[in-house]
């Protein structure tokens, strides 16, 4: 029996609807639930990009020995005093164990005498290790406690994002930034690093409610 051209048209809408999300990774609102973010599609889009990485896309075998490559570096700030960061992977960043550690450095108050003082990090107020499904956060500015400085993170297929709600510069339309990602494993020892860079991202207007420490990382 053939199917009117009508109907073939809205079949395919149909499926190609289906897809969508098992093209490009969970819904939205499963992603924005496990980052304690409100359910606004529109969170996870517009991100100011940082990084997009030049070199030859790695195969899946070589991601069996060594931490999948960073090929993008995305951030955004939502609201308040909450970012929301992508880090997109050329093959998918956690199988289970033993995992790769990413650790994202971040200079948030734009002043290089806060933070670090070692030449390798100088400056960096935070540091953000995302390793399996545990999360963790090192502050290093006197004005960064438990309190008010924590960090949440999802694995969704080759993407990771992480949360961090923290102290932010309060005035201008763009917050400035410095930071970069360090990907590594140790069994055996490998790493990828992006470039360091420095970088403001528009300041965003939706309202989160604070971010609750201690939660391990999500697996979509």
Known sequence: MKIPPYYRHIACAALAFSSLFTANGA?????????????????????????TNKAPVQTEEQAETKPSIVRKLEVKHVGGNRLLVRLEFDQIPFKGEPA?????????????????????AKGV???????????????????????????????????LYITIE???????????LYGWVLSQ?????????????????????????PLAPGKQATVL
């Open 27 to 51: 819904e939205p609102e499963k992603i924005l639930k496990a980052l304690d973010l409100p359910n606004t599609p529109a969170i996870l889009e517009n991100f100011t990009p940082v990084f």
């Open 100 to 120: 790769a550690s990413n650790l994202l450095y971040l200079d948030t108050d734009n002043n290089a005498e806060t933070g670090r003082k070692d030449e390798t």
């Open 166 to 176: 923290t102290p932010l510069p309060e005035s201008g339309s763009t917050i400035p």
């Open 125 to 159: 107020d935070l540091l953000t290790i995302v390793s399996g499904t545990n999360t963790f956060v090192n502050r290093y500015n006197p004005a960064l406690t438990p309190g008010n400085t924590v960090a949440q993170a999802v694995y969704d297929g080759k993407l």
């Open 185 to 209: 494993r140790n069994q055996p020892p490998a790493s990828n690093m992006t470039d360091r860079a420095r970088f403001a991202v528009p300041r965003g207007t939706v309202e989160v409610l």
